[in-house]
């Protein structure tokens, strides 16, 4: 079944540490996004890709990332990163800006310790 | 002032109940919207997309009102299994293509 995936699906990283999430679509949606989801909150938007350009929203931390080096796979990457930044990070896609709506991978669980 | 504000919830019901869910957005320049399901610790996944004439899916109706930037999601004959978060959900295509904007959610507990 054609779906987006992510891996893996929990990840514990040390305080500081480097630390890479990965997404792979087989929707061939031309728009994947990244977003960061707190205990009870709404998801919020990091940034996205729409085909190679890529977009980040005014608010997001330095410290992240993202790379797309094809149209199937796009990486969060956390730089250095801290306590606050644990949470779900969920990684969505869509077809020329999601007038459908979404599809939604399984997330990422990060914990920092 | 927050892009989708939703009802805070949570809603604790019986099982056959009926229930409704609303949600208020800001910009009147939105375009699409929906309401996705988000079970605990799960990804959210659409429920189902709102047209402006309103829609029905089996037990579940959404409503749009674009002069009030207001919709609604009704569910009759709870089931145990509908106990979830109900994010509303606005595409903003105003701006930034593509970007959807979510509210908190609500949390539904369906009690037997």
């Known amino acids: 079944d054609a779906m987006v995936i992510q891996n893996p699906r929990y990840q514990v990283t040390q305080f500081g540490k480097p630390v890479t999430l990965s997404c792979s679509q087989t929707?061939?949606?031309?728009?994947m996004y990244w977003y960061q989801q707190k205990s009870s909150q709404a998801p919020k938007l990091l940034f996205h890709?729409?085909?190679?350009?890529?977009?980040n929203e005014a608010d997001t931390p330095d410290n992240f990332q993202s790379r797309r080096p094809n149209t199937s796979f796009c990486f969060l990457d956390i730089r250095s990163p801290g306590l606050g930044d644990a949470a779900m990070y969920l990684c969505?896609?869509?077809?020329?800006?999601?007038?459908?709506?979404?599809?939604f991978g399984s997330g990422t669980r990060l914990t920092v310790v | 002032r927050k892009e989708v504000e939703q009802d805070p919830g949570p809603f604790n019901v019986p099982e056959g109940a009926t229930v409704a869910f609303n949600c208020t957005y800001s910009?009147?320049?939105?375009?699409?919207f929906f309401w996705y399901r988000q079970d605990c610790r799960k990804e959210p996944k659409l429920l189902m997309s709102v047209y402006s004439s309103g829609n029905e899916d089996g037990r579940f109706t959404a409503q749009l009102n674009r002069a009030s930037q207001y919709i609604s999601l009704l569910i009759r004959d709870s089931k145990l299994s509908d106990s979830a978060t109900y994010l509303c959900?606005?595409?903003?295509?105003?701006?930034?293509?593509?970007?959807?904007?979510f509210g908190r959610g609500t949390q539904l507990t369906v009690w037997p």
């Open positions: 890709y729409y085909d190679k350009d890529f977009n």
């Open positions: 910009n009147s320049a939105s375009q699409s």
């Open positions: 929707l061939n949606h031309n728009v």
């Open positions: 959900v606005v595409n903003d295509r105003g701006s930034t293509l593509g970007r959807l904007y």
């Open positions: 969505a896609t869509s077809r020329d800006g999601g007038i459908g709506g979404y599809t």
